[in-house]
């Protein structure tokens, strides 16, 4: 296992402290926010379960196990070794599972459906996420003041539609706060759970594993059931995995061993200690950990820390997405940074409105956190056991574990989440259908942009040349015309000759004395360093082929990387450089390799692709676009 990135140069004190702050502020928002509501919905209505001590007991360490197994043991123990260049990510982790590149073909393996599906399952537990916590927050106004019911959802959107309307602005600055103030919540979770701790200490018996064990077999399948509301506990547990890239493994560890956990475990055992002594609490058992002069405070607090634990969330997707595009599973987009100095700051305008406008459907559809609670865990529990089975298939292919042992951390884990997910499951028809309609949806738009592509480049490819043979007969032929100046065509495939290129001749019946065909090529890496970025091949007289390499992390920049050829003996003046295009008008048939309907989804993605001049940083005064008709 390459783990080089972390244990070469391990951080200082002082950077791993504010590696660490950092990573309280972006890492675990999601699960720092989780206290609001899980207690809460186990005891709900829709469980039945009776205000008794062992009802609370068992109930404490169910919770107090899934942190200890699937957070602490499972993702900080296991999972965040499986680093791709130091970075995580479900995406990560399945270009570390995959021994080979995708199906050429644009067909999905069954690894990578997977992968992909667990990707899909991220965006709607990126839709869930922000409705949920910032729904749990401003419900606080409802504990404190009742009759505050009715301005609960309209006061939800306004924050979220504020929250959203800044991302275009970047969270350079803001986020510089999100450490110092996530600090702060951990540090009233803990003190608000530790002085109903202080008062009822017999609720630390509930670490033992007996009362979970007893609790079961007490309430059979409404023991079982009670799980579905137990999984609350862990969402974004993931985070902790996906964000590894931003601050390396140790500070991520660090921050959950010191702080977030011991600050979590606090909270939780006091609201069980306060059920204990007054099961009226039931109703809000966080929010009534504080006394009644704190209890504003803590609501704004509270807000604080879900709109922070949403903008993690936005970022993720926006993280995702990006890589998604580059990896060729959806249409180019727009994609801007909103940083001179951190590279993942990023703003994807189509998916931050997108988004937002799923957000404020969920918050209309649902109206409060206990209703959408029903839609959370599906996405989360089906994340999990993605993770674990990619995780599994990296230790077998990549770190030679024995098979018992993969099966046995396999039985281990996933049991745990295979259980979270089936009694997930009978929510489904209540709202846990939202994200798995989501991730179909999202999957199936990837699978169609992905064979869809495949299909266009495969009929290019029918209607080309191979680019050996007419660079032979170019060379020896006096015919063609050669012009001064340099052309640089922009292929997808190094072995044929653009279409772009054989328009150009036809119509013009010229060639430039310097011919160069780019490819830019994705690799299953996170970041290709700059040294490796380009690749020059002198073909013949004035043709040459470059090759362009970018991880799934970076954005393609063609001027740029031009000038790295220079140390290859190969200058370019970018403004006095055509650049030629290929532009295709798609039109769908019957009979294809295709089903009709994915074909015309495919033609309408299409037309919602930003220009390839936009996405690789072209010069638009140096551009020229040569268009075909491709019948797919």
Not at 254 to 259: C, E, K, Q, R
Not at 577 to 584: D, P
């Amino acid at each position: 296992m390459t783990d080089t990135a972390f244990k070469a140069a391990p951080p200082d004190t002082g950077k791993l402290a504010t590696l660490t702050l950092g990573a309280l502020g972006v890492v675990y928002g999601d699960i720092g926010t989780s206290p609001l509501y899980t207690l809460r919905e186990c005891f709900g209505g829709e469980h039945g379960l009776a205000l008794t001590p062992d009802n609370i007991l068992g109930i404490m360490s169910l919770v107090f196990w899934a942190l200890v197994m699937v957070v602490t043991v499972k993702y900080v123990g296991f999972v965040m070794r499986a680093d791709n260049k130091g970075e995580g990510g479900i995406l990560s982790l399945l270009a570390l599972a995959s021994k080979t590149r995708p199906d050429a073909s644009g067909r999905l393996t069954l690894l990578t459906a997977l992968g992909l599906f667990g990707a899909a399952l991220f965006y709607g537990d990126g839709m869930i996420t922000p409705a949920m916590s910032v729904l749990s927050a401003v419900e606080g106004l409802e504990v404190a003041e009742p009759a505050l019911e009715s301005v609960v959802v309209p006061l939800t959107m306004a924050i979220l539609i504020a929250l959203f309307a800044i991302q275009s602005h970047g969270t350079s600055r803001v986020g510089a706060l999100f450490g110092p103030i996530m600090l702060a919540w951990f540090s009233t979770l803990g003190i608000l759970g530790l002085v109903e701790v202080v008062q009822q200490p017999g609720v630390l018996v509930a670490f033992n594993p007996l009362y979970a064990i007893s609790f079961f077999a007490n309430h059979g399948v409404a023991g079982f059931l009670v799980l579905g509301a137990v999984v609350l506990a862990v969402t974004g547990g993931e985070a902790l995995y996906a964000d590894m890239g931003h601050f390396g493994r140790r500070p991520i560890q660090v921050a959950w061993l010191t702080v977030v956990l011991p600050a979590l475990l606090l909270n939780y055992l006091g609201q069980c200690a306060l059920l204990l002594s007054d099961p009226s609490a039931v109703r809000s058992p966080f929010y009534l950990l504080a006394p009644e002069w704190g209890l504003y405070p803590l609501i704004g607090l509270s807000t604080a820390a879900t709109v922070i634990a949403s903008q993690a969330v936005i970022s993720g997707v926006f993280s995702l997405t990006r890589q998604a595009v580059q990896l060729g599973l959806c249409p180019r987009l727009d994609i801007r940074h909103t940083s001179n100095e951190e590279e993942g700051q990023i703003y994807i305008p189509r998916a931050n409105w997108g988004l937002l406008a799923a957000v404020l459907g969920l918050v209309v559809l649902f109206q409060s956190s206990s209703r959408l609670a029903a839609a959370y865990g599906i996405a989360v529990t089906g994340d999990m056991i993605i993770t674990t089975t990619l995780f599994l298939v990296v230790a077998r292919r990549r770190w030679n574990w024995s098979l018992p042992l993969c099966l046995a951390v396999g039985a281990v884990f996933l049991t745990i989440e295979i259980s979270f997910f089936a009694a997930n499951a009978v929510k489904i028809p209540h709202g846990g259908w939202v994200p798995l309609v989501i991730a179909v949806l999202t999957l199936g738009l990837m699978a169609t942009w992905r064979r869809g592509r495949a299909v266009l480049t495969m009929r290019l490819a029918e209607e080309s040349l191979p680019l050996d043979a007419f660079i032979k007969r170019q060379a020896k032929s006096s015919d063609i015309l050669r012009v001064k100046g340099t052309a640089v065509f922009m292929t997808s495939s190094s072995n044929t000759v653009p279409i772009a290129l054989l328009h150009n001749l036809k119509h013009n019946q010229v060639l430039h004395e310097r011919v160069v065909f780019v490819t830019v090529v994705v690799e299953d890496v996170p970041r290709v360093p700059a040294k490796d970025r380009v690749v020059v091949e002198g073909l013949a007289e004035g043709f040459y082929r470059i090759t362009v390499r970018y991880g799934f992390s970076q954005e393609p920049n063609i001027p740029k990387a031009l000038r790295l050829c220079k140390a290859f003996g190969l200058e370019f003046d970018v403004m006095a450089t055509s650049f030629f295009l290929g532009r295709e008008t798609l039109i769908p048939q019957m009979n294809s390799q295709m089903a009709l309907w994915r074909e015309k989804l495919f033609v309408v993605m299409s037309r919602t692709s930003v220009s390839a001049t936009d996405f690789f940083k072209l010069p638009p005064n140096r551009v020229v676009e040569l268009g075909t008709q491709v019948q797919l």
